[in-house]
């Protein structure tokens, strides 16, 4: 085995990790199709995660996404 590999910690990923965070005002600069893709990103880093982790404990993926997009509305 490589030497420099055998020396690596393999650490949890979580979603805030990998998140994009965009504000409203930021939002408000984005054309339909560049929120789209900002959605389709996320969409699919929450897939790739759960992919990872065999299984959710509440929230389904669409459900967390959901209620950050709510929450990030909210504030």
Same mark, same amino acid.
């Given at each position: 085995?490589?030497?420099? /590999? ?9 979603? $805030?990790?990998?998140?994009? $965070? ?7 600069? /984005? ?8 959605? #389709? ?6 897939? #790739? ?18 209620? /950050?997009?709510? $929450?990030?509305?909210?504030?």
């Amino acid at each position: 085995m490589c030497p420099i /590999l055998a020396t690596w910690e393999i650490a949890s990923v979580t979603f $805030n990790d990998v998140f994009v $965070n965009i504000s409203l005002e930021e939002c408000a600069f /984005l054309d339909p199709s560049q929120k789209k893709l900002y959605r #389709n990103v996320m969409v699919e880093t929450f897939r #790739n995660l759960a992919s990872v982790e065999q299984e959710m404990e509440v929230q389904t993926i669409e459900e967390v996404y959901k209620t /950050l997009r709510r $929450n990030q509305m909210a504030a």
